[in-house]
RNA sequence: GGAGGAGUGGCCGAGUGGUCGAAGGCGGCGGACUUGAAAUCCGCUGAAUCCGCAAGGGUUCCGGGGGUUCGAAUCCCUUCUCCUCCGCCA
């Protein structure tokens, strides 16, 4: 959520800066909406500035043994006056929020305008592996080594699902336990949330109302309580803190969740993302931070640096993109993805998005903190990163680390937890 | 799932229809006293929002929502959370 104070002062830089990452929008109906609501609201405290009044009277005059009678009648037009203006307000309001609500963040001053073609690469580490054999797929390669099952996983869940078995889920737990050390080890606390969520975590990540269609929902004859199975942790870990007033002095606060993410992925299916790089449900590790204001800068490069460590960890190779404004979520100001070499789709893919959501979802979620030596709280910054996301990762693992037998080397720092050095079809 | 009880300001806790944003205490901040500290005394000490250049003023908030009433922390309905007992169950 914007500030409609900021909105109301500033109209023409806020339109330009959201020119970046969406079409010209006009301001005048909310800013129409927005006067009417205070004036109504004018209107209203002065009649129960009224109310008040007379009621402190009453009993005073009913001591002296006056007759109270008229001013009983008046006050009864007066509440039904009020009445009429509360309903007239609740309507003005509801229409700004509804208009606020939907509106993005503004991008950060040095984030690319336009849509994902406008995106930078901004590092990269590593090489592309060259292969001196025929290579083989993912798809292929879990298959072969027995660790994903993607026939019996249509089966149980439908297209999109899919079963790790023997050493595939040996390999994603791994994964989960070399993100749980790395993260502890940089002073994250970790945390493990409800998978099922009231609709008002996604209202104050940003992801409601607009991507509303994209979560699996839970029956419920009420829309207000209709819970969903969370797409990421994120929307979890940001309500954490809602509605809290936090201690200047606990800042930043640092957490990691473990969920797996549940999204319905509509419409976006394409060969090239089958096997494990697109599905409804995976496993991701997700980092988050509440920061003071005029930290969120430096916070976010340090997210962004400890995700690329993990990566590189691994071994893998990747790039990390600065995203344009069309490509980065609503909710966020600046956007950086690490993106890992897929060999077979000869492309880079997401595993780690690192954003800085400044006060956008502090806003929506009245999240703030109070400075030492202040009296008003001031709304804080949140931040989060993927670390990481698995599924992404075992395709990466096994199609840059295969070797021309069919069998794949377990990166060095999963060692401990897979207890073999290599996976080969013999040995499964 | 059933039966009771409770939810008040940073914390504890009083308040059962009227002048209550709410006694009292603790904590915190400022001051006096003191070489300093403790103790003591005095004062201040929630949030949101609107009007206003400001000073200041108004309104709302006693778990959430709705209702009764001229007037609700107080009465009614509903919902959530916690506690106790019973039942059931990984």
Redesign the pocket.
């Known amino acids: 959520m914007l500030d409609?104070?900021r909105i109301r002062d500033h109209t023409e830089e806020v339109r330009q800066a959201l020119a970046k990452r969406m079409d010209a929008i006009d301001f005048r109906e909310l800013l129409d909406w927005d006067e009417a609501r205070?004036r109504t609201?004018?209107e209203?405290?002065?009649l129960?500035?009224r109310?008040?009044?007379?009621?402190?009277q009453?009993?005073?005059l009913?001591?002296s043994g006056e007759d109270?009678q008229p001013?009983?009648e008046e006050?009864?037009r007066?509440?039904s006056e009020?009445k009429a203006l509360e309903a007239a307000a609740a309507e003005h309001e509801a229409r700004v929020e509804t208009f606020m609500a939907r509106l993005p963040n503004i991008p950060d001053e040095d984030v690319p305008s336009g849509d994902k073609d406008n995106n930078q690469v901004v590092a990269t580490w590593g090489d592309q592996p060259t292969f001196d054999f025929a290579t083989r797929d993912h798809v292929e390669l879990l298959s072969s080594l027995k660790m994903v099952d993607y026939e019996r996983g249509t089966k149980l869940g439908g297209r999109g699902f899919w079963i790790y078995r023997g050493d595939g889920s040996r390999l994603e737990w791994a994964l989960l336990n070399y993100f749980v050390e790395t993260h502890l080890a940089a002073g994250y606390e970790f945390m493990l949330p409800p998978h099922i969520l009231l609709p008002q975590c996604g209202y104050t990540a940003g992801q409601f109302p607009k991507f509303g269609d994209d979560v699996f929902y839970l029956e419920s004859t009420e829309e207000r309580e209709r819970q969903f199975l969370l797409p990421t942790a994120e929307t979890a870990l940001i309500n954490l803190h809602r509605d809290e007033?936090i201690d200047e002095g606990s800042l930043p606060l640092k957490y990691f969740a473990y969920t797996p993410c549940y999204r319905k992925e509509a419409g976006s299916y394409r060969t090239e993302e089958r096997g494990t790089v697109r599905g409804h449900q995976f496993n991701k590790v997700e980092l988050f931070q509440y920061t003071r204001p005029e930290d969120s800068a430096a916070a976010l490069d340090e997210l962004l640096d400890h995700a690329k460590r993990v990566v590189q960890g691994l071994g893998l190779h990747y790039q990390v993109s600065l995203l344009a404004a069309k490509d980065c979520s609503d909710s966020m100001a600046k956007t950086l993805d690490i993106e890992v070499w897929i060999p077979s789709m000869r492309q880079y893919k997401e595993v780690s998005s690192a954003s800085n959501a400044r006060d956008y979802q502090a806003r929506r979620g009245?999240i703030?903190f109070?400075r030492q030596g202040t009296?008003?709280?001031e709304l804080l910054h949140t931040l989060n990163a993927s670390g990481l996301a698995t599924s992404r990762l075992v395709p990466a693992i096994v199609e840059q680390f295969q070797q021309a037998d069919g069998s794949v080397v377990v990166p060095e720092v999963l060692r401990k937890w897979m207890g073999k050095e290599r996976l080969s079809p013999s040995a499964t």
């Open positions: 409609i104070k205070r609201q004018a209203l405290e002065t129960r500035s109310r008040n009044e007379v009621s402190g009453i009993p005073q009913k001591k109270v001013l009983f006050m009864k007066v509440g009020i007033i009245q703030r109070r009296k008003k709280p």
